[in-house]
């Protein structure tokens, strides 16, 4: 089973939520999962095979878009911000775990840490998917021109990578927790991010 429009009536062709657009978002999960595949046997120095269960992946879909309608529907805003919509696809890809490990783990010829890091392969996964949408890793911000600065804030940022998989592990309770700590990441002063988020406060939302 793949997205089928006419048994999943979640399209809602006025407010954005296209067929294009939905589209894109499951090709773009597929692409980033091929390069993640590669990128993640190569990181632990054996090949391993992962896979996406693809009717998973649409149940993740379907549950992200529907909750994006009700943000619309409910709250004053024309279009959720890009940290909300990878707030929610992180919240039900971690609620349905699409992401599988096709082989034994016990088995792999491998080291007790890298068989955690399999076991958690979904919470690898997300953590650089996360960083990616959200930071622009083209463009460095201004106060990391300093090499100084840039060594430190590049140390403090392995220790936010690492409470991130604790928090998606074991922390995790709703997509607005998620987008906290998103939002609470864009203020480190390492990197640019790739879009404004805070261009619109709440106040402006309210007068809308």
């Avoid at 978002?25 to 091929?34: D, H, N, Q, T, V």
Wanted: neutral net charge; hydrophobic residues 35%; aromatic residues 14%.
């Amino acid at each position: 089973m793949h997205l089928t429009f006419e048994n999943f009536n979640f399209t809602d062709e006025k407010k954005g939520f296209t067929e294009p657009y939905i589209n894109d978002i499951r090709k773009g999960l597929l692409e980033y999962a091929g390069v993640f595949f590669e990128e993640f046997s190569k990181d632990i120095g054996i090949s391993v095979d992962l896979a996406i269960n693809e009717d998973l992946l649409d149940l993740v879909i379907v549950d992200t878009v529907e909750d994006l309608k009700r943000i619309i529907s409910f709250h004053p805003t024309k279009k959720p911000n890009l940290i909300k919509v990878v707030s929610y696809i992180t919240y039900w890809w971690l609620r349905r775990r699409p992401l599988i490990v096709k082989d034994s783990i016990n088995k792999l010829g491998t080291s007790q840490e890298n068989k955690m890091r399999l076991n958690f392969i979904n919470e690898h996964f997300l953590v650089p998917y996360i960083e990616q949408r959200i930071f622009n890793f083209d463009k460095g911000s201004e106060i990391c021109n300093n090499k100084k600065h840039r060594t430190k804030f590049e140390e403090q940022w392995k220790y936010i990578r690492k409470y991130m998989l604790y928090f998606l592990g074991y922390r995790v309770d709703s997509p607005k927790s998620i987008e906290a700590f998103i939002l609470a990441s864009t203020l480190h002063p390492i990197r640019s991010t790739s879009d404004d988020f805070f261009r619109h406060s709440a106040t402006d939302n309210l007068k809308e």
